[in-house]
């Protein structure tokens, strides 16, 4: 099998505010708020000769099946993995490769 590979994929998005539900007096005036640029940025593993986007959550990293559950639990523990963390993504990365 292929190495494991980490990506990463900056990306902003265009959010609209949620406005409220009720409609403005015809007076010709409504004060809008203006949409704002979101950080939208994913990480992508690359394995398999496919691209993952990698979700944050532990429980769906385990049904990937690169690695054994109990292999990955102990792992992910010893290391205290947080998933949010780059550093801690690449040390995943290199964890997948040994295993794999």
Same mark, same amino acid.
């Given at each position: 099998m292929d190495n494991v590979s980490l990506y990463y994929n900056p990306r902003?998005?265009?959010k609209k505010p949620i406005e409220?539900?009720?409609t403005v007096a015809n007076s010709g005036y409504g004060?809008?708020? =203006?949409?704002e640029w979101v950080d939208d940025s994913a990480? $992508?593993?690359h394995f398999k000769d496919?691209?993952? /986007?990698?979700?944050?959550?532990? /429980?769906?990293?385990?049904d990937l099946n690169l690695v054994k559950e109990d292999?990955?639990?102990? %792992?992910? /523990?010893? =290391? /205290? $993995?947080?998933l949010k963390s780059e550093e801690d993504l690449i040390k995943l990365t290199h %964890? %997948? =490769?040994?295993e794999i």
């Open positions: 902003k998005k265009l409220a539900g009720r004060k809008t708020t =203006n949409p990480y $992508i593993l496919k691209y993952v /986007k990698l979700v944050m959550t532990h /429980k769906k990293i385990i292999s990955y639990k102990s %792992f992910r /523990k010893k =290391n /205290k $993995i947080n %964890f %997948f =490769n040994k």
